[in-house]
Nanobody, 126 residues
Framework: QGPVVESGGGSVQAGDSLTLSCKIPAFNFINYNMGWFRRAPGKEREFVAAIDRSGADTGYAQSVKGRFTISRDNSKRTMDLQMSNVKPEDTAVYYC???????????????????WGQGTQVTVSS
């Protein structure tokens, strides 16, 4: 088990919902901005969604805006990505990332993150 622990991947049908969860048990969760990235087969890793340390500031890729919701519970030290109305093009390995927070906004660039999970597979069939 690495510093970033993901859970919740699986195989679903188009139009279904799925929630991915992420924890960083070795670190002080409140000090970290959190994000999700994904890598589809044959494609580069891309930004999906991110949230700042307080949970007040969030950002989304245009392709998932309105369908995915990122949230965090600092009391439980968990971060979730709620995926609704999933599409076959959402099929990818999803990676959770944690970045030490130095500003009051979320991080959308992969280079801003310090720790990465091993990834969890999401497969959407039509």
């Amino acid at each position: 088990q690495g510093p970033v622990v993901e859970s919740g991947g699986g195989s679903v049908q188009a139009g279904d919902s799925l929630t991915l969860s992420c924890k960083i048990p070795a670190f002080n969760f409140i000090n970290y901005n959190m994000g999700w990235f994904r890598r589809a087969p044959g494609k580069e890793r891309e930004f999906v969604a991110a949230i700042d340390r307080s949970g007040a500031d969030t950002g989304y890729a245009q392709s998932v805006k309105g369908r995915f919701t990122i949230s965090r519970d600092n009391s439980k030290r968990t971060m979730d990505l709620q995926m609704s109305n999933v599409k076959p093009e959402d099929t990818a390995v999803y990676y959770c990332a944690a970045g030490r927070a130095y500003s009051g906004t979320y991080y959308s660039g992969s280079s801003e993150y310090d720790y990465w999970g091993q990834g969890t597979q999401v497969t959407v069939s039509s």
